[in-house]
């Protein structure tokens, strides 16, 4: 008889195959054979997202930047400012040998499929045998597989919607927390190392790496702690920095989606997780009473659990005293690092109990016991999937592989056949759909050359965002009207018109019989094309620089901290609050409010206290060029404000002009003081200091290693 299994005798294959069937099931829900075809994958944000690593590469890269500005959406947005920017490099890198459309699926798959590996890491620097992290890392699949969300971050349900980047981060927060725990308790080589994982996972989500800071704070009940994890957060930030500084400094120009909280207690407990739970309860409780390393992750599952109920209750509790503006944070999505834990610990119990079975049974049948709780946890997670497999083979089949694909590319083709500018485009879901994703015709500077789509993804990049939706609900049958509190007009083409020319928008096209009937009876528009069901149209006066009619008038709006830190009630409202009163009017469209001007221009505090001064002067505009990250033109009205129809971001800056000041509703105004005017997307030094504290990272990183290997 064989003596009882030790966990330094369970072969080492017996860990590699229950960690790698886990892993092996979510690589199979993705249709792996599908991955390898050379095509344009599709579904939900996906089919969108295909569209942002070119821009990286053509807009910034080839430009020597890393963050920067693009025309391609929402009439221009900041560009790798407020998303990020590794994923992307990683597609990039791969597609320097592979088709795009199978270096981009690989990128979508590798978050996922890393997370049962990442999760072996934490357990082992947790000081778990290999046999129960082992059994931990099986047991991930059942969260990646879960499918009562889709749309929170890190199962696959999220990922084929668009949220890869989420499930990239949340993988390697699991090896930051691991890293960071070898660092303060077993040697400090590590330090490095866990600041390296920090940034790498702040540059693939700024979400969970809140969450693993957070988690992070459980160490500082020791100076040794206190020291690891600082040095890891300023070392981290540092390595980061090309994309984090530029993040912090401009953050106050993104846009406010305004999620409505979520308050149903199933969204905390989901069916998928009513027999995990008590069994995560038993399992979290037996790790921490062993081992102090597993706080971090208690904390990265209870952040979430408190946070459910902040947003809506605190305000509940003490109106008035905690403004909404205070909870841009949506609560859910930091629902997966409480689901994670739950399956974690969960799932660390099934090891702990598999090792004591183990310790009384012959060696080949401990073996099998392992196996066999490995397969349980990742096999039963099978159980409940109806869809991703289904939703994966919709996503990486591809628009080729879509029936409508001859329609879909008849449009783009029909569309690239026109003169460059703009395009609006009817959202309607139903019509779309079944081109890939309702998503698809954001794909127009994709598949054309000079054809901006006014609507695209990134939201909050943006601060164009809320008055784009307001232009697609006017312009659309049936829209989505994703912004909660704006004062939406559905399929009312006489304010579409006025909307449209305010953006510069040089097309517009129609799809459904009411949007195409409201059109033809608009006499401002002139059918130019048609494609399958889509009638193009252009608008007239879609010039991307006008000459302004009217003096403007300044709103000098509190600034964001002050409005936070107020503890009085609020009544002066912000800048983008009164461009939207100011756009629900269409009479004051050429009546312009700015955020600054010179001294002669009238100051207001509200906008019944708009000016309305004619100017006398009048002028030509001409050779209007509008680059990645310049916009130049000709003028003979000197000295007159001119709107320049392109989204405002502090980066922008004018020669030969005064300005550029944010102009209502999201654009910019210039004061020429010659005629040839230049307004250029400059590096500052928010750009700049943010490469030098890269470098300095990497620097630093590089003699640690060097040291520790010379001291070797």
Same mark, same amino acid.
């Given at each position: ?120 890491? +934490?357990?082992? &620097? ?7 992290? =082992?059994? /931990? #890392?099986?047991? !991930? %699949? @059942? ?124 969204? +905390?407990?989901? &069916? ?7 069994? =995560?309860? /038993? #399992?979290?409780? !037996? %790790? @921490? ?424």
């Amino acid at each position: 008889m064989a003596v009882a299994t030790t966990f330094s005798r369970l072969p080492r294959w017996v860990i590699v195959l229950m960690v790698g069937l886990s892993t092996t099931i979510l690589l199979a829900i993705f249709n792996p054979w599908l991955i390898f075809a050379s095509n344009t994958p599709t579904g939900g944000d996906m089919g969108a997202h295909v569209l942002a690593p070119p821009l990286l590469r053509d807009n910034l890269l080839s430009d020597g930047r890393l963050v920067g500005w693009s025309n391609d959406w929402y009439a221009g947005f900041p560009l790798y400012y407020f998303y990020f920017p590794l994923p992307s490099l990683v597609i990039l890198a791969l597609d320097l040998v592979l088709p795009y459309g199978v270096a981009f699926k690989m990128v979508v798959v590798m978050g996922v499929v890393a997370m049962p590996a990442a999760a072996y890491y +934490l357990a082992r &620097s947790m000081r778990f045998s290999k046999l129960v992290s =082992a059994v /931990v #890392g099986a047991g !991930i %699949a @059942v969260f990646s597989l879960m499918e009562s969300y889709s749309i929170y971050g890190g199962n696959i349900a999220s990922t084929l919607a668009g949220e890869f980047s989420f499930a990239w981060s949340m993988s390697l927060s699991l090896v930051y927390l691991g890293t960071l725990t070898r660092a303060v308790l077993d040697d400090r080589k590590y330090t490095k190392w866990a600041a390296a994982a920090l940034a790498v996972t702040a540059l693939c989500h700024i979400l969970t790496t809140l969450v693993a800071i957070f988690a992070s704070l459980a160490f500082f009940g020791s100076r040794r702690g206190r020291a690891a994890v600082l040095t890891t957060w300023a070392w981290g930030f540092a390595i980061a920095g090309f994309w984090a500084l530029p993040l912090l400094a401009r953050i106050g120009f993104t846009s406010d989606m305004a999620w409505t909280p979520l308050s149903d207690l199933n969204r +905390l407990f989901p &069916s998928e997780l009513w027999i995990l739970f008590p069994m =995560a309860l /038993v #399992g979290g409780t !037996i %790790a @921490v009473l062993r081992t102090y390393r597993a706080v971090p992750m208690v904390f990265a599952g209870v952040l979430p659990f408190i946070y459910f109920f902040i947003p809506e209750n605190l305000n509940r509790f003490f109106p008035g005293f905690f403004p909404d503006a205070r909870f841009k944070l949506w609560n859910g999505r930091l629902l997966p690092y409480w689901y994670l834990a739950i399956i974690f610990f969960a799932s660390l119990l099934v090891g702990l109990a598999t090792a004591a079975l183990i310790r009384r049974v012959p060696a080949r049948l401990g073996w099998s016991a392992a196996i066999a709780a490995g397969a349980v946890l990742s096999l039963g997670a099978l159980a409940g999937v109806s869809f991703v497999g289904g939703w994966s083979r919709w996503n990486f089949t591809g628009y080729e592989g879509k029936e409508k694909w001859p329609e879909y590319q008849a449009l783009m083709q029909t569309v690239d056949g026109l003169p460059p500018g703009r395009i609006q485009w009817e959202a309607n879901n139903e019509a779309l759909g079944g081109y890939g994703t309702p998503m698809s015709l954001m794909l127009f500077p994709y598949w054309s050359e000079g054809h901006p789509s006014m609507e695209g993804l990134f939201f909050e990049s943006s601060i164009t965002t809320p008055f784009h939706f307001l232009n697609a609900a006017e312009t659309s049958f049936k829209p989505s009207n994703p912004v909660p509190g704006l004062k939406y007009h559905s399929l009312d083409l006489e304010r579409g018109v006025t909307h449209m020319q305010q953006y510069g928008v040089q097309y517009y096209a129609a799809v459904t019989p009411e949007a195409i009937a409201e059109a033809d009876a608009t006499d401002q528009l002139t059918r130019v094309a048609t494609s399958g069901p889509f009638i193009i149209y252009r608008l007239p006066d879609a010039e991307l620089v006008t000459v302004g009619r009217y003096l403007p008038s300044v709103y000098e709006a509190p600034g964001r901290l002050e409005s936070l830190l107020s503890s009085e009630e609020k009544t002066k409202p912000t800048f983008h609050e009164m461009a939207l009163d100011w756009y629900d009017n269409t009479d004051l469209a050429d009546r312009w409010i700015v955020a600054g001007g010179p001294e002669r221009w009238e100051r207001i505090e509200r906008l019944s206290d708009l000016g309305a001064q004619p100017l006398n002067e009048s002028g030509t505009v001409s050779d209007v060029v509008l680059e990645d990250h310049r916009i130049s033109f000709t003028t003979t009205a000197v000295g007159v404000p001119h709107l320049v129809k392109v989204s405002y971001f502090p980066n922008w800056s004018a020669v030969g002009a005064d300005g550029p000041w944010r102009a209502s509703p999201s654009l910019m105004v210039v004061v020429p003081t010659d005629r040839e005017v230049v307004l250029e997307f400059r590096t500052t030094w928010v750009e700049s200091g943010g490469l030098a504290l890269t470098a300095a990272g990497l620097v630093a990183l590089g003699i640690g290693a060097f040291r520790r290997k010379q001291a070797a």
